[in-house]
């Protein structure tokens, strides 16, 4: 659901998510190098598609490639 942000002024802006960036986004979302990155679009943990000839990656695939590698990590020995 798209925020709505006031402004002094009266407007009203909305903030909306993206459902999708570009792969020199996404990658710096991460943040991977370029080849990186295509190896995990190419490995499938990054999800994609065309618009026209550019590639998109979705912002749900990025997440969720970061929640497993959070879930992966090994947990500290408790003290």
């Known amino acids: 659901m798209p925020r709505l942000e006031g402004a002094a002024n009266g407007v ?12 020199k986004d996404g990658f710096q979302m991460i943040p991977v190098s370029v080849a990186q990155g ?3 679009i190419a490995a499938g943990e990054l999800e ?9 990656i979705t912002v749900s695939s990025i997440e969720a490639y970061v929640a497993r590698q959070l879930a992966s990590r090994p947990q500290p020995l408790a003290a």
Do not use: D, E, N
Not at 48 to 56: D, E, L, P, S
């Open 48 to 56: 994609t598609f065309k618009v026209g000839r550019a590639t998109r």
């Open 12 to 23: 009203v802006h909305m903030s909306i998510k993206p459902l999708a960036v570009t792969t």
């Open 38 to 40: 295509y190896r995990l």
